[in-house]
């Protein structure tokens, strides 16, 4: 893989202006990410960026500028997206982990008139919780159940949510006894207003078939329990939209897309939703994003290694389930690298005193210490898991505007906690 010289200058720019390692965003490639997902589900659907993927706030102000609103699973997450200066109407609150402080929060909102859009309940007891909090606010908080579809997604086992056997959602028969108590206790003040399904069959997928499966039975479902509650109108198909490893195929969200208006046309109309939902996070964000870093160390062990200064705190996916990331020299001996140059195969190792702290063998020009190199597809799942073990402060976060300026969305971690924040955009 070859770094496009504009995007190679900018990398090695950041990384003296703003020291190594750091995470940069190119914006155009967000921007095009976003495009793509609008296109396939035009207005009026809702979409939603799923914060988990990143939650540093400039980069979730970003994607929301661009039409998306804000999924999130946590209290934490919530606070992300009013600091991206997202309001309510437009956040959505799921997640298997919902602590009861998230769920006084949700009913604290919705009673002060700043409801979430929704809130995608887990469980019979969750459901049960949230009503009885909300009964106690009196109020009333308009949910989602999310479902179990039980199908084989086409991805890893551990990113297949939407597998029958894992902790994810309700199966039809618990989600149907979950909306029948909330309906019936609604007279006597059930404090839950049911509005629809709530699906997501994982991520990664390689194909559309368990994605199409899974919407299916979701729709079949809401069609079901819409006869008797008109209200139950919303149907939440997730995310899961792929970003394959550079020269894979992989199905776009067009093609996601075109699954949808037979799976409509097989429902009777007065049984579709009214509203549809999707809430992707890593294809708007991971192919924007760059880590770049700086070598350490370069020994031979059967062949040429590189430690460089950005490893498993930076970008744990590589340790924590073998993901691959191209890593790419922006110089070599020195001197900038813009073109393929002589190249070898090379381990390269992070910094972190744990074996697991490997980045895989990539194709490099011999370097040396000090040369700067960027790891591709790092904007998802890498600020937003990063950590400061071994005592390492939290790399910066820049946006690279398609200006060709800089603008720092989150500043370096402090040695033992904190961090600066900056808004201003730098010449380059």
Known sequence: MVVPPEIGAALRRA????????F?????????????????FPDPWIRQFSVKANDVPGVVRTVAQRGFGANVVSS????VARAAGIPNAHVTLEGVGKSERDLRAAVHATAAGRPLAWVAVESPEEADRLAHLARRARTRVDVLYRLNPDVSPETRPG???GAGGSKFGMTEGELTRAVEAGVSGTAAGAGLRPR???????????????WRDAARRA?????????????????????????????????????????IPALLDALPTDRRPNRLAIEPGRFLVARAGWLVARVLHTRDRGGPLVVIDAGMTELIRPALYGAIHPVIALTAAGRSVDEAASAHATR???????????????DLPTL?????VAIADAGAYGASLGSTYNGRPRAPHVLFGGDGTFLLLRGRGRIGGGESAGHARQKP
């Open 219 to 259: 729709l079949a479902l809401l069609a079901l329990v819409r006869g008797s509650v008109p209200d139950f109108d919303t149907a939440d198909l997730g995310g899961g939209f792929p970003v394959s490893p550079r020269g894979e195929p992989a199905p776009d969200p067009a093609r996601f897309a075109r699954e």
């Open 368 to 372: 040396r210490r000090g040369d700067l």
């Open 159 to 161: 990113l297949a949510v």
């Open 15 to 22: 990384a003296v202006r703003f020291g190594t390692p750091v």
């Open 76 to 79: 934490g997450e919530w606070a």
């Open 348 to 362: 390269v190792e992070g910094p972190i005193c744990e074996s697991t702290d490997h980045l895989g063998e990539h």
């Open 24 to 40: 940069v965003t190119d914006e155009r490639a967000l921007d095009e990410a976003a495009g793509a997902v609008r296109t396939a």
């Open 196 to 210: 629809g399904i709530h699906v997501h069959v994982g991520s990664q997928l390689g194909a559309v078939d368990a």
